[in-house]
């Protein structure tokens, strides 16, 4: 699995956490030489051989053409994109047009995620997004002309202003486009974002009833337009689940290059410097730009495979639970909340509301 993370944004959103900027004065040529030569490097030096790329970021569609067509030529040096299941790209709508759209096909993409968020053009502004919703559906259009394989849909919920109705229109809105997954995310309030800040001052609140009827409604209508309700946010077509994304919740080994990008290879994990200026010079001048390294140790990977695995429709093992953690875990099943099998835990549909919580707890 191999992460390559695109810094670059138009404009900043106001609830984002995630290690984007404007592209201001950056080099892209510079930049995506610095990605080509990391890529090459850490694959050869880690001996790992992606089944699957994730372009993330940021916003990988702003890119232009050009850009796009040097860094996919750069990446197939190194390796064989005939044996990859899946090339994902994250775009935003209105960054690209139908040419560009083609594009993203013929360099080898095979998903696209799209980050909609909402339908609503009031939650659209409050969210603080450039895109209309018309402009959304379009782009939905657009990759299904060009004849992409599969399109994924982002879509956030608990939005302060965004009504149940709201969201139901929303989920509405974005099933009618038939994409084959739809991603549906809790807003959270991430600290170093302006939403946290206004939350700190108490002119945002959060509402935990909210977001317990957003999520229910989500699973309620996705599920029985045909979506499976795969992981606590994530919904797929049959054969449309994000096998990059599985490969993170199942504890799989993958590479994470560009700035702020991290990876784990063996128990061992690297985080790369997240400053786009820093991390292009140090690719140049000693090859790599990991700025921070920790070995994982076994509780810690332990906790870890509870928290992502109980998101999964799979459950988790019980042999990662400690005697009082089994304890914990027919409490949740007779609560129900969670069903017990002989070999996993797995929670059912009144737990998966709270599975922040409970894996707290089961820990
Ligand atoms: C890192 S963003 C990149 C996608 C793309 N740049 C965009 O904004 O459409 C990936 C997704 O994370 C989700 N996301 C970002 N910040 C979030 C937050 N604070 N709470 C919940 N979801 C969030 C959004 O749905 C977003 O589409
Ligand atoms: C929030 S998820 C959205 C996934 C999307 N819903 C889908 O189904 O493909 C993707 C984001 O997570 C972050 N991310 C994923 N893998 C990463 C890694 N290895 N290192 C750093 N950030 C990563 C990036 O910001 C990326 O844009
Ligand atoms: S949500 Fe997407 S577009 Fe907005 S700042 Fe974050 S990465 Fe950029």
Redesign the pocket.
Known sequence: ?L?L?IPFCHRICPYCS???HTPGQTSIGRFIDALVTESAARIASSGQVPRTI?L???T?SMLSPAHLTKLFQGLKESIDFTQLDDV?M?ANPATFDEKKAALFTELGVT?T?L?IQSFAPHVLKTLGREHTPEEASASVDMLRRTGMRSI?I?LMFSIPGQSLEDWKQTLQTAVSLEPQ?I?A?NLTYEEDTAFFESLRKGEMSQNEDHDADHFHLADELLTQAGFDHYET??YAQPDHH?T??QG?WSGED???L?P?????VGMVRH??IPDTAHYVSQIESIGNAIHESETIDEEAWRLERIALGLRTKEGIPLTLLDSEGKRRALTLAEEGLAEMTETSLILVQRGRALVDPIAAELV
Do not use: I, Q, W
Not at 260 to 264: E, L, N, P, Q
């Open positions: 699995m992460y993370h995630f290690y984007k994730y993330g970021g940021g990988p994902t994250e998903r995620s980050g994924n982002d997954h991603s995310y946010s994530n994000s990059h994304n993170y993958y590479l994470g560009g702020s990008a991290v990876s784990t985080k790369n």
